[in-house]
Nanobody, 120 residues
């Protein structure tokens, strides 16, 4: 079955940087999109950044100019470079994968989540 393995989370001071990575493995023939979502304490889960197979990227307004998403297609891996981190970036970050299943449906997979804490 498809698995997503995340790494790179941790604790950092305001203004610091972290790099998250997520590698997909299993029965994957093609990928529609990979991305990152986060859920902060007391808030709903939100899209942080996504990268489609067509090369398009999408960012939440709150992270534009600070975060960068990239993909290594040969490794089925997606990265999230996070710079100028703020306390409000503190959240559990989840990797997301969308793959096609036939012509009519898609499949969605999620990582287990990795904690990012920004505090002084």
């Amino acid at each position: 079955q498809v698995q997503l393995v995340e790494s790179g989370g941790g604790s950092v001071q305001p203004g610091g940087s972290l790099r998250l990575s997520c590698t997909a493995s299993g029965s994957i023939f093609s990928i529609n999109a990979m991305g990152w979502h986060r859920q902060a304490p007391g808030k709903q889960r939100e899209l942080v950044a996504a990268a489609t197979s067509g090369g398009n990227t999408n960012y939440a307004d709150s992270v534009k100019g600070r975060f960068t998403i990239s993909r290594d297609n040969a490794k089925n891996t997606v990265y999230l470079q996070m710079n100028s981190l703020k306390p409000e970036d503190t959240a559990v970050y989840y990797c997301h994968l969308e793959i096609p299943r036939g012509y009519l449906e898609t499949g969605d997979y999620w990582g287990q989540g990795t904690q990012v804490t920004v505090s002084s």
